[in-house]
């Protein structure tokens, strides 16, 4: 099931520059779209989300882009701090309008990000 | 901040023994589900609860699967008899409607 992917499996970084991760999808069907964060040994954490009715959304340090006629979405995290240090997480979803629900996510494999000092 | 919480954190048992992991959502809450995501893999959806019955649930939540929510707190996940097959890490979640979804820290459980 190849329908979320991330293909770079690991980024690395420096503080204080960008960070950007990708993700594309295949099922033109996701109208939602999600990015969690993952520490060892703990839970997927949320992030920030987009609805296929958006093209950017921001939240502080962190903004997602939609290209919908690409079928892909990127993270952008400016500047990356070493705190931000995890895996990143893509996942997708029908939302409620288009007859799916919000919460039957569909996650890429991720992408572990490191940030240097 | 609320969270999320499971026990236990790591659940080893033997291959045709019934297991049972156990979950507290967030108490405002309705919606509950249950995610896994095997060693190497995709977190991948198992079920959703909202209710007291089962919204939805994927392919893999056969009937060797089951959920309840047995009080006002727990919310909790039984497999049957497990085969080597079901070792992953379970995630539980829950949410208000139409918000994202808050994840515990997992279960890691090993069938042996």
């Known amino acids: 099931d190849q329908q979320v992917k991330q293909n770079s499996p690991s980024l690395s970084v420096q503080e204080g520059r960008i960070s950007i991760l990708n993700c594309d999808y295949t099922?033109?069907?996701?109208?939602?779209f999600l990015w969690y964060k993952k520490y060892p040994a703990e839970g997927p954490t949320f992030l920030i989300s987009?609805?296929?009715?958006?093209d950017k959304n921001e939240d502080g340090r962190f903004t997602v882009f939609l290209n919908k006629s690409a079928k892909h979405l990127s993270l952008h995290i400016v500047p990356s701090q070493p705190g931000d240090s995890a895996v990143y997480f893509c996942?997708?979803?029908?939302?409620?309008?288009?007859?799916?629900?919000?919460?039957?996510?569909?996650f890429g494999k991720g992408t572990l990000l490191t940030v240097n000092p | 901040e609320p969270e999320v919480t499971q026990t236990p954190s790591h659940q080893v048992t033997q291959m045709g023994q019934e297991v049972i992991l156990r979950c507290v959502p967030i108490?405002?809450?309705?919606?509950f589900y249950w995610y896994r995501q095997i060693l190497g893999q995709k977190v991948e959806f198992l079920v959703s609860?909202?209710?007291?019955?089962?919204?939805?649930k994927s392919e893999i939540f056969d009937d060797q699967f089951s959920v309840e929510r047995p009080d006002g707190s727990n919310f909790t996940l039984k497999i049957r008899s497990t085969k080597l097959e079901d070792s992953a890490m379970y995630f539980c979640?829950?949410?208000?409607?139409?918000?994202?979804?808050?994840f515990g820290n997992g279960t890691r459980l090993t069938v042996t």
């Open positions: 099922n033109s069907m996701f109208d939602y």
């Open positions: 996942a997708a979803s029908r939302s409620i309008n288009s007859g799916g629900s919000n919460y039957k996510l569909t």
């Open positions: 987009i609805s296929s009715i958006k």
């Open positions: 979640a829950s949410s208000e409607k139409f918000s994202p979804l808050h």
């Open positions: 609860f909202y209710n007291n019955e089962i919204s939805e």
């Open positions: 108490s405002n809450h309705l919606y």
